[in-house]
């Protein structure tokens, strides 16, 4: 418990201190993360929910900027972080990125990446097999793993992380006939993720993988393609924005 305790004082020191680092180096290179949406409603105090009319006005506001969305294929050959760009992700794999967030992003031809932890799959209120299959096609869109099971990975033995990576991949291969080469960390902190655990992911397939530490792509963390940081969008962050 107090090895926890002492891990989640050095995630937090470790959050702020790249969100310092992200306004000194004025990124304008972001990955954002999204989880569940809603179509009506005050999601204001739901920490992981963001309501879809206010989604489609944020994602309006960065395309006015004129910043480029990005897909991760291309995010892997980037070398200049300091062009105008941001990336869409998800995590978790609920029902509403089917049903609410893909029209507007297919409205505006905007690129987005679905990390799904394959235990979920067709489970009330998650992405079923043939809204996976169906989202795998369009060229939108790519599937990423998260996963077998949303769990800490630290508490995992060496085996057991690798068997993660590996049975969510293949599962997720068979059912889109694509490759995977996305993974993103469940909780994706210092916390619920170990250095090792990082590093084994380097041993694998995977060509790029994520965390949920809240900075830009600043170069620092940009040059640890297995860790990239993504911003966290809830409904407060997007009301905050300039965008609404």
Known sequence: ?????????????????????????????????????????????????????????????????????????????????NKKFFSVTF?????????????????????FTIFMSTSFINIPGYLTVDQLKELALDDLCIIGSHGVNHIYFRQLSDNMVLEQFNVSKNILEEITGKEVVAFAFPFGSFVSCSLKNIKLLSKTDYEIGFSTIPSGLIWPLFKVRNFLPRINVTENFIIKSKYI
């Open 1 to 81: 418990m107090t090895f926890i305790f002492c891990l989640r004082i050095l995630n937090k020191i470790i959050n702020h201190f790249f969100q310092i680092l992200d306004k000194f180096f004025m990124s304008s290179s972001k990955i954002y993360m999204f989880h569940d949406i809603i179509e009506n409603g005050d999601c204001s105090t739901k920490l992981y929910t963001v309501n879809s009319s206010n989604l489609e006005m944020f994602f309006l506001g960065l395309l006015n900027d004129n910043k480029s969305a990005k897909n991760l294929y291309e995010i892997c050959k980037v070398t200049n972080i």
């Open 91 to 111: 995590d978790d794999a609920y029902e509403s990125i089917y049903k609410l967030a893909y029209p507007i992003l297919k409205k505006y031809q905007i690129p």
